[in-house]
């Protein structure tokens, strides 16, 4: 709840303009000294605990006194009067409603079916650079690769018509943006559900072989209505992509920064794999962190969070710490325990589109480099950072080669 005029002291989540891929550097001061204390943020509208350290992050999002749940009045939410997401939107569902979801779709993302998509990712991927090229540079590589590779993959698994494409992303958008009204989201959710529904009705007069066709299975079954497989749809479509993107580019642009370390993309299967996992523990795009609220007291190192009381799981924080990664400013693609990380979140949310994600990010991150090894950021023009989205990543990424 919003606590106007509360002394704690405020935060802001924003990154620092000159280190735009690192967490603001506030975060290791209060792992050294407040790992869990309570902070103003988004102006005051919220006063949740800040969750800072790796091993107290997997405490709260592993135990099972937390609710994910944004109806309550204490959930800490960017935007004033934001509405509850539907029950689709299952990660913000506590069992037994979430696990319902969560397991009609277990074997959509089992790494032999996503191994399925591989093939058709690299074709898609090879399609975007050959246009990319041809069409010459500057370029934005947000626009031209970065944001429509995803979309696609997620439209082919989902049996979504990529030609929506501008609809749903700018629907997307909203969702995770922390600037706009909860009016705003309100109505981003509808339209979304809507034109979702109307793909699940196509799809129970006459199936395909997609995921949307499955979900219109799970309807006739009687598992969920069909407005909740709208809504799960439209999650998936949205999770699919936005997060992957801002992925890819902050991933190329940490790989620009860092020249000495591209050849560990190069060297075999297993490196490439852990070069992605420290890539996903170093830029943690999850900034805002993982809304929760207290369900019952729960301890936390040395604090006991009173029930009723929201939290703020900081992922990019907790996987810069020191207890766990040595020397976690670095970079380094060669690093032990990279996959350590709590990039994808931890416990029963933990990303459900993790194979899909990494799988994008060991194709497309080689691909790049192999591709267009003189790479880089167009002279004279300036990327841009989305500070507002739960999804950080960039907004624009002017290329040349
Ligand atoms: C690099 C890309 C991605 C990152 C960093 C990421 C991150 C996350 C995180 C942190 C959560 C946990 C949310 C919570 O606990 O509240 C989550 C959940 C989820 N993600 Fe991802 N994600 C990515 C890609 C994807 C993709 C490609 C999909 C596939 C469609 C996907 C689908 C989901 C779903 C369905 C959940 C909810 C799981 C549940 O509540 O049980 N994500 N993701």
Not at 9 to 21: A, C, G, Q
Request: hydrophobic residues 40%.
């Amino acid at each position: 709840m919003a606590d106007p005029g509360s002394s704690f002291p405020v935060l802001s989540m924003d990154r620092e303009k000159d280190t735009p891929l690192d967490p603001p550097s506030q975060y290791a001061r209060l792992r050294e000294e407040a790992p869990v204390s309570r902070m103003s943020l988004w102006g005051g509208r919220a006063t949740p605990w800040l969750v800072t350290r790796w091993e107290d992050a997997r405490t709260v999002l592993a135990g099972t006194g937390v609710s994910s749940r944004s109806s309550h009045p204490n959930y800490p939410s960017a935007v004033a009067d934001a509405p509850e997401m539907p029950p689709g939107y299952f990660f913000g569902q506590d069992d037994p409603v979430h696990d319902v979801f969560r397991r009609a779709l277990t074997r959509e993302f089992m790494v032999k079916r996503i191994e399925a998509l591989r093939e058709p990712t690299v074709r898609i991927f090879d399609r975007l650079m050959d246009e990319m090229v041809e069409n010459g540079g500057p370029t934005d590589f947000v626009e031209a690769v970065a944001l429509p590779l995803p979309s696609l993959v997620i439209c082919e698994l989902l049996g979504v018509p990529y030609s929506d494409h501008d609809f749903f992303q700018s629907r997307s958008k909203v969702l995770i943006d922390s600037a706009v009204t909860g009016e705003q989201k309100g109505a981003a959710l509808l339209e979304l559900g809507d034109y979702l529904q109307g793909l699940v009705e196509d799809r129970r007069r006459e199936p395909k072989d997609d995921l949307l066709s499955r979900l219109a299975e799970q309807v006739e079954a009687g598992t969920f209505s069909a407005r909740d497989a709208a809504d799960v749809g439209a999650f998936l479509l949205f999770a699919g992509h936005e997060t992957t993107a801002n992925m890819i580019g902050l991933g190329v642009l940490a790989l620009l920064d860092n020249p000495d370390q591209l050849p560990r993309l190069h060297q075999g299967k297993q490196e490439l794999a852990n070069a992605v996992e420290e890539l996903l523990r170093h830029l943690t795009i999850a900034h805002t962190g993982l809304a929760r609220v207290a369900t019952e007291d729960i301890t936390v190192g040395d604090v006991t969070i009173p029930a009723g009381d929201g939290i703020v799981i900081l992922l990019n924080s907790a996987n810069r710490d020191a207890d766990v990664f040595g020397d976690p400013d670095t970079l380094d693609l060669a690093r032990v325990n990279a996959r350590q990380h709590v990039a994808f979140g931890y416990g029963i949310h933990q990303c459900l589109g993790q194979p899909l994600a990494r799988m994008e990010l060991q194709i497309v991150l080689p691909a790049v480099f192999r591709r267009l090894p003189e790479l880089r950021i167009a002279p004279g023009q300036e990327v841009t950072f989305k500070q507002t989205s739960a999804a950080y990543g960039p907004g624009v990424m002017p290329v040349t080669w």
